[in-house]
């Protein structure tokens, strides 16, 4: 079973919509969780953290987290398509290094296309 | 300064070369990361170095041997490498220490290698 797993798409979305990205994770013990947007041929950026049960809104984008479904999601809203690129869900688990080190394992992507 | 930084952004090297990744952050980050990403996957870890020390090897090959001379740089030495391992290689910080993980990491802009 993969320990982070997204929906590959592509999502396509009209411009102005809402585009609605979803995430589940293995790691009951996981407790922080992260969306990071990546554009063809970029590095990820981070765009929104969440640690805590319910939403977090930054701007256009609200993120969503339910631990007891092992559920993450990301809602942006007001699509534009500069929003176009692959979206990353990432956990953060414990590591197995002596010092316990944690680590981020990503989601495959979810490629989210607005169309004008 | 915000930024992790990356050099050379591109590589092309013969599989009986020796070259070697740079990555370099001055935001006091204490864990810094090595990922390797091919093309339409997720980042995979490679490596964390937490404190200046290797705290996570994640059964990487041994062609690929990291290196951390200080707490602001980090280096991956590369020998013998196969076409396989062309990949983007990024390198991330992150300002917690390793067993608390709420802010996510900043990524550099990553080094694009071509085996040949």
């Known amino acids: 079973q993969k320990e982070v797993e997204q929906n590959s798409g592509p999502l396509s979305v009209p411009e102005g919509a809402i585009a609605s990205l979803n995430c589940t994770y293995s790691d009951r013990g996981s407790q922080s969780f992260f969306w990071y947007r990546q554009y063809s041929g970029k590095s990820p950026e981070l765009i929104m953290f969440?640690?805590?049960?319910g939403d977090k809104e930054d701007g256009r984008f609200t993120a969503q987290l339910n631990k007891a479904s092992q559920y993450v999601s990301l809602l942006i809203r007001d699509s534009q398509p500069s929003d176009s690129a692959t979206y990353l869900c990432?956990?953060?688990?414990?590591?197995?290094?002596?010092?316990?080190?944690?680590?981020?394992?990503f989601g495959s992507g979810t490629r989210l296309s607005i169309r004008p | 300064d915000t930024e992790v930084t990356q050099t050379p952004k591109h590589l092309v090297m013969g599989m009986t070369n020796k070259k070697s990744l740079k990555c370099e952050q001055h935001m006091g980050h204490r864990a810094m990361y090595w990922y390797k990403q091919k093309a339409k996957k997720p980042p995979e870890l490679m490596f964390v170095y937490s404190y200046e020390k290797l705290s996570i090897n994640e059964s990487v090959p041994s062609r690929f041997s990291p290196e951390c001379p200080n707490s602001s740089l980090l280096n991956l030495h590369l020998h013998a490498l196969q076409p396989e391992d062309s990949a983007l290689y990024l390198c991330a910080s992150s300002q917690e220490a390793p067993d608390k993980f709420l802010y996510g990491y900043t990524f550099g802009s990553g080094t694009r290698l071509t085996v040949v």
């Open positions: 969440i640690y805590s049960n």
């Open positions: 990432a956990v953060a688990t414990q590591g197995g290094g002596k010092d316990r080190a944690s680590k981020i394992i």
